[in-house]
């Protein structure tokens, strides 16, 4: 009997439990209905962002006796603002492009990541090979060292350089690699083939038959040496300082 009077003590707390939990949760709106409209879920295909705008950046490129003739430079900036309009083109197309017949095969939206890889690189890259020509300059004591100490001496990354730069189809670059902090000379095919990941270029150099085909025809040792005495080895410098301070 006392056994069948404490299960019903207990039946009848619970009860009056779920009776205030359920006025509780009622007065306080606490219903499905009144949580769902404050979570909102765009199914639209634009983005809710405007796009971000480049513009073409202006560079002087003060080089020394033996520099790129004019038409060559002329020739070479106007291509790298192509790059940069296209760069701007893709990234607004990519704010109404249709996300949901993305496909690996083929879709509008794979042609224009694709593409949107291809220009960025291309423009950058351009604005960094730009930015690094320049003359008077002599190489900082942190690019030394760094140089040193991963290839012996200046005259053996010369020669690993303009090895490198000879054997690509489009850039020969300069890299800090983050992730073991040294320095490393790579090879790209492309704008957006064969990049390496966590490195940071410090020396960039164009080559692509269009940065000397005006001056030197398929002469491209030329072009490299000319390059050579023709680098502002003060913003190597400022991009080596850069990358030391983040590691």
């Known amino acids: 009997m006392k056994q069948q009077r404490n299960i019903l003590i207990l039946f009848v707390c619970t009860l009056c439990i779920l009776l205030i939990t359920t006025f509780i949760f009622r007065q306080r709106n606490y219903s499905k209905e009144s949580i769902l409209p404050e979570i909102s879920i765009s199914t639209s295909n634009t983005l809710l962002t405007e796009p971000k705008h480049y513009a073409v950046k202006e560079f002087s490129l003060n080089m020394g006796p033996k520099k790129l003739s004019a038409k060559q430079i002329k020739d070479h900036k106007e291509l790298y603002a192509g790059y940069v309009n296209k760069r701007n083109e893709i990234a ?21 990541k694709i593409a949107e890889n291809f220009a960025r690189n291309a423009a950058v890259l351009h604005e960094l090979y730009f930015e690094n020509i320049g003359t008077g300059t002599i190489m900082g004591p942190e690019t030394q060292e760094l140089i040193v100490d991963n290839f012996g001496s200046i005259d053996a990354f010369k020669e690993d350089l303009m090895a490198t730069a000879i054997a690509a189809r489009g850039w020969a670059i300069t890299c800090y690699n983050f992730d073991d902090q040294t320095i490393q000379n790579y090879l790209l095919d492309s704008h957006y083939e064969k990049v390496p990941i966590l490195c940071i270029p410090l020396l960039v150099i164009d080559t692509y038959e269009h940065a000397y085909m005006i001056d030197f025809g398929i002469n491209r040792k030329e072009y490299l040496a000319l390059l050579w005495d023709n680098i502002d080895w003060d913003i190597v410098e400022e991009r080596v300082n850069i990358c030391i301070s983040h590691t």
């Open 92 to 112: 607004e197309a990519l704010q109404s492009v249709d996300k949901s017949k993305a496909n690996s095969t083929y879709s509008a939206f794979r042609s224009l």
